[in-house]
Nanobody, 121 residues
Framework: QVQLVESGGGLVQPGGSLRLACAAS????????MNWYRQAPGKERELVAT???????NYADSVKGRFTISRDNAKNTVFLQMNSLKAEDTAVYYC???????????????WGQGTQVTVSS
C-alpha cells in the first residue's frame, strides 16, 4: 500500500518561510493530482494548493503570491514553499494525492499524516 509521508513543518516567525515535502512510498507508483490541505483548530479542512500531473497549479486566494506548489515526478514528491507566513497560516498541513490502484483499476485518494505549521513570534 502506498503511503504519503510529510516533512518540513515547524515553528516560524511571521514573515518567515518554510518548505513542506510529501513523498509517496513504493516503486512503480502512478500519481495524478497532488494537493496540500490545511486545518486550523476549530475550522474545517481547506484546500491550499493543487498541482496536476502535467504541472498545472491552482491556489487558494489566501495564499496566492506567497505559496508555491511543485512536484518531482521522478521521486513521487510534492513540495509546498511557503513564504511571507502569517499567524493565520498556522494549521496542520496535509498532503493528498490521487494514486493508481492496480488491483482495483481506479484512482484512490490517499492522505498523509499531517505536519504542524505554527507561525508565531
Amino acid at each position: 500500500q502506498v503511503q504519503l509521508v510529510e516533512s518540513g513543518g515547524g515553528l516560524v516567525q511571521p514573515g518567515g518561510s518554510l518548505r513542506l515535502a510529501c513523498a509517496a512510498s513504493g516503486s512503480g507508483v502512478s500519481i495524478n493530482t497532488m494537493n496540500w490541505y490545511r486545518q486550523a483548530p476549530g475550522k474545517e479542512r481547506e484546500l491550499v494548493a493543487t498541482i496536476t500531473a502535467g504541472g498545472i497549479t491552482n491556489y487558494a486566494d489566501s495564499v496566492k503570491g506567497r505559496f508555491t506548489i511543485s512536484r518531482d515526478n521522478a521521486k513521487n514528491t510534492v513540495f509546498l514553499q511557503m513564504n511571507s507566513l502569517k499567524a493565520e497560516d498556522t494549521a496542520v498541513y496535509y498532503c493528498n494525492a490521487d494514486i493508481w490502484n492496480r488491483r482495483r483499476y481506479r484512482w484512490d485518494s490517499s492522505w498523509g499524516q499531517g505536519t504542524q505549521v505554527t507561525v508565531s513570534s
